[in-house]
């Protein structure tokens, strides 16, 4: 795991420009690579690189990696197969000399097409091949963006990093996007593929891109995600859903032992990390599990956790947080290269403080939910969509009448949002989201935001969508939460400590059987993740089947009105925001007194505290 930059092309000020920028660039990507820093310069591109050592710890590891003069490959992630790969080049005649998947992915990038090598990797990637002979700039992201690879530029050149923050130290982005802003007011974070500072944007998932002077970038998606078929649930096929998931399961962990270092597993009481935590029983790895403690806190789940590990025979060791880490706001807007306003990072950055003494490498259960449809509302909008498909064409226009009478009787309330799903769609679950509405309620919004308005909030009510509900649900989930918070949550708190988290659950070939299965079977008898419980009933029993998700988080609310209180006093008293135009002159400290005086913030004051901060770090000497 590490960080990449590089710059390419002319930028109208010399090669010294190139030199001068991709060093400017490494600094903030030192926590993601604490081992070893690399700098090479072609006549017609700079590349950088970050490394923690995970494979092949000696210098033959370092980037960025060369082959000859012509080609330099900076890369971050890994390639879980790349021993297969290696066999496949060797067989083919061509050398090998280290032990690290970099070489690997450098002469399989000469060696085969683009979009062959793709088909064959099986990892977490986003890597930068230059070209020096054809002055080309190839990059590609892995199929669920795992890794972030965010670029600025055009046809005159081209600039990349693992990290924003990159771009901004070098000078080469330095105004922020309102539309971006207003993102982040909405959810807490950006989205797929948009970026905080004007003129960068997020190299999307699945995608790959390809530059050469004078053209503009040409991005191309070589991966997506299938469509869930609608054939008959049967209870035959829940059982061979069930075998298939157990067997890609035990193959996704078996690939991500790959290390040189030490691995841990982080085993919470939860069913995903539960059954991880099986699987490397079941192939024999003589590896620690870990459980965070946190005593007195309605979160803590070692005494569940330790049970599981003791029924599993696996060597377990409870650790505890250090006191605060990760707690500070500084520290935490640090870590990730976006305003992020997600408490559930905070927690997994204290999380990771804790691991980090033990392992470099740490296997999580993330992912299980997302897939195979493990959260509440992915339940309720599959009911959703069946009432739709039952109800008849002129039920939408009544029941948009009739709505106003059915929200005055309090007892209709909850069941009534099930009919608006029903019968208006993503745009109907897209307006209930109070996000972007508190601020304009209390008169928040400044200057710079006037008249801005979020894309998500004008999709139209539409009786049709009602009917798809839950497809139409995912591909906006996908979008925004599982690629812009879930995926960037894990890899900035993770990477903060220089630790690289892997998820069996986020393997390609797992999510590419699951996604083709009906809703229906996903949720068989309106069982929340299904599947995966039925392998847990099967695999540890009914008690660990049957635990409700518990996610550990930070109650964020309520220490902005406690713990926090002096830097949510200091935002009232003084901020960037309403100094830039981002909030109105004067609303903020309104705002301030009446959650101080109710002992707890809403989470959008959390949005604004951690956007002032982050204003706040990016201003340069």
């Not at 930070?554 to 909030?583: C, F, H, M, S, Y």
């Amino acid at each position: 795991m590490c960080g990449i930059a590089g710059i390419v092309g002319d930028w109208g000020s010399g090669a010294g420009f190139r030199l001068a920028a991709a060093r400017a660039m490494l600094p903030p990507l030192a926590r993601r690579g604490p081992d070893a820093e690399g700098l090479h310069e072609f006549p017609g591109a700079v590349l950088g690189h970050r490394r923690l050592s995970i494979l092949d710890l000696s210098p033959a590891g370092n980037q960025p990696m060369l082959s000859g003069d012509r080609y330099g490959l900076v890369f971050n992630g890994c390639i879980y197969n790349f021993h297969a790969l290696r066999a496949e080049l060797v067989a083919a005649g061509i050398p090998i000399t280290s032990q690290c998947d970099t070489e690997v992915l450098l002469k399989g990038l000469i060696h085969w097409p683009l979009d062959v090598l793709l088909g064959k990797l099986r990892g977490m990637f986003a890597f930068a091949l230059w070209d020096q002979q054809t002055q080309t700039l190839t990059m590609a992201r892995d199929r669920l963006g795992v890794k972030p690879l965010y670029y600025c530029g055009g046809k005159q050149g081209i600039a990349f990093s693992s990290s924003p923050a990159s771009l901004h130290a070098a000078g080469l982005v330095d105004r922020l996007r309102p539309a971006a802003v207003l993102e982040f007011l909405e959810f807490g974070h950006t989205t797929a593929e948009s970026s905080i500072w004007d003129g960068s944007a997020k190299l999307p998932p699945g995608h790959s891109m390809r530059w050469s002077p004078g053209r503009e970038p040409v991005i191309e998606s070589y991966w997506q995600l299938p469509e869930a078929d609608d054939t008959p649930v049967t209870q035959a096929r829940f059982d061979a859903a069930v075998e298939e998931t157990e067997a890609l399961l035990l193959e996704a962990t078996k690939l991500r032992l790959i290390a040189d270092v030490k691995v841990g597993a982080l085993l919470s009481a939860g069913i995903d990390s539960s059954l991880l935590c099986w699987a490397l029983r079941e192939l024999g790895a003589d590896i620690g599990t870990f459980t965070v403690s946190t005593p007195g806190d309605p979160s803590d789940e070692s005494a569940d956790a330790a049970t599981t590990a003791r029924q599993l025979g696996l060597s377990h060791q409870i650790v505890s947080l250090p006191e605060q880490s990760g707690d500070t706001l500084d520290e935490f807007v640090q870590a990730f290269g976006e305003p992020f306003a997600i408490s559930s990072g905070m927690a997994m950055m204290r999380v990771s403080a804790a691991v980090r003494p033990h392992a470099t490498v740490l296997l999580t259960g993330d992912g299980g939910d997302d897939v195979f449809l493990g959260y509440p509302y992915h339940l309720n909008f599959w009911r959703a969509q069946q009432l739709g498909a039952a109800l008849p064409g002129f039920a939408a226009p009544l029941w948009r009448a009739a709505r106003p009478l059915a929200a005055a009787i309090p007892a209709l309330r909850r069941p009534m949002h099930l009919v608006d799903y029903a019968t208006g769609g993503l745009g109907a679950i897209t307006r209930v989201h109070d996000g972007l509405p508190f601020y304009e309620r209390a008169g928040l919004l400044g200057e710079q935001l006037r008249g801005l308005q979020l894309p998500d909030r004008l999709i139209p009510l539409d009786a049709a969508s009602g009917r798809r509900l839950l497809a139409d649900e995912l591909h906006h989930e996908w979008r925004v939460q599982f690629s812009g918070e879930f995926l960037p949550k894990v890899d900035g708190s993770t990477m903060f400590h220089s630790l690289e988290a892997r998820s069996p659950f986020l393997d390609s070939r797992l999510w590419e059987m699951a996604a083709r299965l009906p809703f229906g079977l996903r949720l068989h008898g309106g069982v929340l993740k299904a599947i995966l419980r039925e392998i847990a009933r099967r695999r540890l029993g009914p008690e660990v089947a049957n635990r409700r998700k518990q996610g550990f988080t930070i109650p964020v609310e309520k220490w902005l009105a406690t713990r926090w209180k002096d830097a949510l006093e200091q935002l009232a008293r003084k901020n960037r925001l309403e100094e830039d135009g981002w909030a109105r002159p004067g609303s903020i400290a309104p705002a301030v007194a009446a959650a101080l005086a109710a002992g707890k913030a809403p989470v959008q004051l959390w949005r604004l505290l951690i956007l002032d901060r982050w204003l706040t770090a990016q201003q340069r000497p």
